[in-house]
């Protein structure tokens, strides 16, 4: 079954050759605005837009219908009305195109009308075409040279995870986040009401793709329950599923139906889900996004014990309290790791206790650098957290010695290259500041990107750093 | 009362003249950081430094001590060595000084040593001279020209929060956010120990302080619970007052007594705290900043009805669930006002029934326009909140027409600016975006500033605008 699935979801996302259904000669339209994402995007397979009248469409040669295409076609892409959509694929079975996004809305999740569109096609396409969608934003697969709206300029480098999606919405944050987290995708599938293609089918696409090892989800019904958590469970331990399940409340179930049409389901039916597949229950687009990375970055391992350094003191206390509230540690330094940092920590407004205030923002390389190996020999610290070394406002507002803040990067880059160390992550703080302090942002996504390049996750706060720590370790803990 | 401690504390917050102790001839040090920062940022006293040799310090006349200075001193500011504070307080007591703010930490939090120096300056300070600290960031009063570090460009106007913490990094972000949110500050004190001023004689001043009707707090102890349970209380429905509690978890309240050493309370006790005062509680500093900053721009009531009108699907699912988390609802439509939109929103991948996916971000302004209105006489909704409508890298990566992303914004003010309407609340997503498209956040806080100012409450994330929402609502439905 592996093999099959790999060789018939090929031209859904490695398609040689598209057609456009729904262009038009008024530019802007939403059909043309796909074709034309396409176009900057840089797909370099064939384009035939089809249309009755056309001669040309966004400087292509327009076809009257997909018969007149004189050459083989792998994908078709529709947006033209709903009600016109069971002849096109109709047309599209007939010219033996095996693959087809529809991103038309108007089907089930209208109600009746539009559940018999989605019938009448599903009886046509069955065991002859692949469809994603409809009422969905389609498929992102950047070695396939497919994009989706508004991802014209979408990164065009590949990664190793996956999305699967019932809302086009997330997914599109989803890959506007990439670099800044610089996580990568293999393929981006929103599918929307999931007439053909669905969570199951593709979380087995997923499964047996190489070029996928970490999977995310944004899900608002499973059609077969029993068979999913079979193929999300058969993934324990070999490629993390990360889950986020839209419309668990009562009002958020009804949100679901106006949606995408499906069955929301119950809380306690999800909860026994989560418990079954060992996939991960992340609960908004943030914890989502956090989770998935995480797992690029840090290898597997249980991390419930953590040193955080940095300061000040109320960071420290409020950074306590989030350690709770995800059954996280921050274990009380010993005597002896007290004595030896005293070594070289001042007395005043520091604390050698962990949370290790160090005085930050201002402290100097050195002791930052001391205290990071006195915690990766503490045999009761499994990670560390980095927090408000790089006051990036400190130059512009103070004159600090902004090369006392590059080695306080280099210090933990450095840490991270060395063999034997524990992982460590970065908390950039991400304060929203007025317009003219534009420079404080500039300034902290290039540190930011110093630090993801070197290969440490950095995240811009201390509830989401310990939260996708407290999420990866669960994980690894079942498995 | 009322009058003395207004009175009391004028030096703290508009003191004519200050003498700085703790500054050296390194022009490095902690206390020269101090005195610069109140010079770029423009306090208009007199400052004098006081040095045993120096003749000069940040191109100021330095006197020896403190008798030397030919002038009435109406504050002194301490970076000095923790046990050279009791010789200085003396010192001040004899020049008739009545307010200090101590910043040298090394007292009572470091254990019985410090604990002994905390009592000698009590004893003769007593009925003397007022102290902000030790262990703080101190009082940053703009109306006063007094800043604190790192504060040499907050904002020098003026508003009408008042804030009260226990942790100087926390105070630093918030007023660092003052821009971000259009809030300003009348007062914002980092007391750190308390041995003097403290949590219920702020409070009490900022009951009586006329500039100020928002009050805010970070704690992590109370000395006297009653007293402050009888303060709080007594502002109930006249001056809201949000208080943070940092350290309500076990290691939490270790972390409170390695950083203030106070004594943290039991959870029990403190929700016991909120519900005899009337105090509203957050959990973060994110809840902190947004709640503050409601209350500034909602009028009083209970808001738990909302319209959501935006985008897309997987957003509105989302919004759901946020709403039943903290209490909200999202009122399905009637059919009647199912019917009226329907007549001008097209049927496809939108909804008609709360939230309202009005096709986000590319609606057009007079979809917007009218379903505000729907939204305004439906008399189901109390308040209204907008999101993904301005997509504010459309531009540069769809070249989407700007005119009609303007009228969008435009189409909020007028909306907000007719008598009658219901509050509208913003939300305008911050993803996190790579270096080269800096852009984007640039035009993101073009946006959020026009809108600010013109009264509009702007958050960057749904959940923080219910939070904050579901926040005001329960202050106002306790009064």
């Known amino acids: 079954m592996s093999n099959n699935l790999l060789e018939e979801f090929k031209p859904l996302f490695y398609p040689r050759s598209i057609a456009f259904f729904g262009v038009s000669q008024r530019s802007n339209s939403?059909?043309?605005?796909?074709?034309r994402v396409f176009q900057i995007f840089g797909y370099d397979g064939k384009i035939y837009p089809v249309h009755p009248t056309a001669n040309e469409i966004c400087g292509l040669k327009a076809f009257p219908n997909v018969k007149a295409i004189p050459d083989t076609v792998d994908m078709a892409i529709i947006s033209a009305p709903a009600h016109t959509v069971p002849q096109i694929i109709s047309d599209c079975v007939e010219?033996?195109?095996?693959?087809?996004?529809?991103f038309s809305a108007g089907f089930r999740e209208v109600g009746d009308a539009g559940r018999?569109?989605?019938?009448?096609?599903?009886?046509?396409?069955?065991?002859k075409i692949r469809i994603v969608g409809p009422n969905c934003f389609g498929v992102y697969s950047p070695k396939g040279g497919l994009t989706l709206l508004p991802g014209a300029t979408y990164p065009k480098k590949s990664g190793n995870i996956?999305?699967?999606s019932q809302s086009g919405g997330w997914v599109t944050d989803l890959i506007w986040s990439s670099d800044a987290f610089n996580i990568f995708?293999?393929?981006?599938?929103?599918?929307?009401?999931?007439?053909?293609?669905?969570?199951i089918s593709l979380m087995e696409y997923f499964k047996y793709d190489s070029e996928t090892d970490i999977i995310g989800a944004y899900l608002e019904g499973v059609k077969d329950g029993r068979l999913f958590i079979k193929i999300v469970r058969s993934l324990l331990g070999k490629k993390p599923v990360i889950i986020w399940k839209g419309g668990l409340s009562e009002t958020g179930k009804r949100a679901v139906s106006s949606h995408t049409g499906s069955i929301a389901g119950n809380k306690e039916v999800w909860e026994a889900f989560f418990k079954q597949s060992g996939a991960v229950k992340v609960h908004d687009f943030e914890e989502l996004l956090d989770t998935i990375a995480i797992f690029k970055y840090i290898p597997p391992a249980n991390y419930r014990k953590l040193a955080i350094i940095g300061g000040g003191g109320g960071v420290g206390v409020s950074a306590s309290d989030i350690c709770e509230k995800y059954g996280m540690k921050s274990p009380h330094a010993t005597d002896s790791i007290q004595k030896e940092i005293s070594e070289f920590l001042p007395q005043q407004g520091t604390s050698n206790k962990n949370p290790f205030d160090i005085g930050a923002p201002s402290a100097p390389s050195s002791i930052l650098r001391n205290v990071l190996e006195i915690a990766c020999k503490w045999d009761n610290i499994d990670a560390i957290i980095v927090n408000r070394m790089f006051f990036y406002g400190m130059k512009e507002l103070m004159n600090e010695d902004v090369p006392e803040q590059n080695k306080r990067v280099d210090t933990i880059i450095e840490f991270k290259q060395r063999s034997n160390t524990k992982p460590v992550i970065v908390v950039l703080e991400d304060l929203a500041y007025g317009q003219n302090r534009i420079g404080i942002e500039i300034s902290r996504r290039q540190v930011r990107d110093k630090l993801l390049h070197a290969g440490i996750y950095v995240v811009p706060s201390m509830l989401r750093a310990i939260r996708a720590l407290s999420n990866l370790s669960s994980y690894w803990e079942k498995v």
Do not use: R, T
């Open 185 to 199: 995708f293999s393929k981006v599938v929103s599918y929307g009401n999931g007439i053909d293609v669905d969570e």
């Open 30 to 35: 939403a059909g043309n605005q796909f074709l």
């Open 116 to 127: 018999k569109l989605e019938e009448a096609i599903i009886k046509i396409a069955k065991g």
């Open 95 to 102: 010219k033996g195109i095996p693959a087809a996004e529809i």
């Open 162 to 164: 996956g999305i699967i």
